[in-house]
């Protein structure tokens, strides 16, 4: 399981919807592998405003990686809404390019490269585990809190 | 023909050899293939989003979807929902690129709110018109996914679910379900009046798109648009007294809006009795 999807996962349990303690998950033995996924820089562009970075960072810090930035790399907009001043803009960005690039393949084997193998997902309110086997989470609720 | 949603639940009913099936046999593939182009030219997706694949069993229609050309806005990323451990022990060895969760879609949806950008459903959502024990019910089931989907998808964001209703009360009670969730409902149906019949659910997220989505295409009826502000009728003017047709007819209504389950409006509706003796 990717460490982006991590980033959106709640507690199941209806009633831990409207804790703040609920998101995100906490790990708990957590096993990790590298993959290898083709880089994809205008998806990157497109989901870092929805990522919420605090969050992502206390699940770094529990898998051991040191290295997030403390806030949100600011990222150029996607290319597809620079209608207007799209050349001289281009031209004076080409030098901070090189750092951005650097930024993005970084969060890129981060977020989505770095999966979970093994472990324990737990809810921070209602202390619910949910299994990671074979980098499938189990989010099956038994009955009395599936309603 | 026998529907599987009437044998087991589908955690059950998708075991091993059932699952296999949808690695070994070509014609559930190129069907499953079919269907999952249609559900994403529904979608119009340009740039690589984050999709929701709501029963995403073996992994097929995820496949298509990391597989979408970057001129065509692709590859997107997509994480997928099944109820089925061995559907989703296919989808392993097939060693597809979306991340999977082994979840029940009738009890809602883990994501926070505006995750994603798109969801798609093939071959799922009928399901949940099964309640399995008796702490459940199906209008439970489908009001907790589709509360959950709207949750969790941004604003503007769609989902197209295909589905196989049993008759026109599973598909009024599914769409019924999506409106009172709050999303811009249409139903697309693809060969209409045949054997091989497909329903899509079209569902919109705020903005009302759900004319643009549907615009030009043939056989789709737009069920509702939800307008919450629009419908600032003064109650009580056209009600009329309580008994009267007038009254009949705009409780059923106010129901419908719920997305209970109504009686259709007929000539007996609210018909004057004749004197009893």
């Given amino acids: ?147 | 023909m026998s529907r599987p949603e009437d044998t087991l639940p589908p955690d059950l009913f998708y075991n091993d050899a059932e699952s296999r099936k949808y690695t070994t046999s070509s014609r559930i593939q190129s069907i499953q293939v079919e269907m999952t182009h249609r559900a994403l030219s529904l979608l119009g997706l340009t740039s690589p989003s984050l999709i929701l694949d709501i029963g995403c069993g073996s992994g097929l229609s995820g496949e298509i979807l990391s597989s979408v050309a970057p001129p065509l806005g692709g590859p997107h990323i997509w994480i997928g929902m099944d109820i089925s451990a061995s559907m989703l022990d296919i989808a392993l060895q097939r060693d597809v690129e979306g991340d999977l969760l082994l979840a029940d879609i009738g009890q809602g949806v883990p994501f926070r709110a505006g995750t994603f950008d798109a969801a798609i459903s093939i071959s799922a959502i009928q399901w949940l018109c099964n309640a399995e024990s008796s702490d459940t019910s199906p209008q439970g089931r489908l009001a907790r996914f589709f509360n959950g989907l709207y949750a969790s998808l941004r604003r503007g964001g769609r989902a197209v679910c295909q589905f196989y209703p049993k008759n026109e009360m599973q598909k009024s009670m599914v769409s019924a379900a999506a409106i009172k969730a709050g999303f811009g409902a249409g139903l697309l149906e693809d060969g209409a009046g045949t054997k091989n019949v497909k329903v899509y659910l079209v569902l919109s997220v705020g903005g009302g798109a759900i004319e643009g989505v549907v615009e030009g295409m043939e056989g789709v009826d737009v069920e509702e648009r939800m307008g919450r502000k629009g419908d600032g009728r003064k109650r009580g003017e056209e009600v009329g007294k309580k008994g009267r047709k007038q009254w009949i007819l705009s409780k059923k209504e106010q129901m419908e809006r719920k997305g209970k389950i109504v009686k259709r409006d007929s000539k007996f509706t609210g018909r004057k009795r004749r004197v009893q003796f």
């Fill in chain 1, 1 to 147: 399981m990717k460490i982006l999807t991590v980033n959106f996962l709640t507690c199941a349990v209806k009633a831990c919807k409207t804790s703040p303690l609920s998101f995100p998950l906490h790990f708990r033995d957590a096993e990790l592998e590298q993959s290898d996924i083709g880089y994809n820089p205008s998806f990157l562009r497109n989901i870092l405003p929805r990522v919420d970075w605090e969050a992502l960072k206390v699940t770094a810090t529990e898998l051991g990686f040191t290295t997030v930035p403390s806030e949100k790399p600011n990222l150029d907009p996607a290319p597809s809404n620079t209608d207007l001043p799209a050349p001289e803009t281009a031209m004076e960005t080409s030098e901070p390019d090189v750092a951005d690039e650097k930024v993005m393949r970084d969060l890129h084997t981060l977020l989505l490269e770095t999966e979970v193998r093994e472990g324990k997902m737990v809810c921070g309110n209602c202390g619910h585990e949910y299994k990671i086997k074979e980098g499938i989470a189990n989010f099956l609720l038994p009955s009395h809190l599936g309603r």
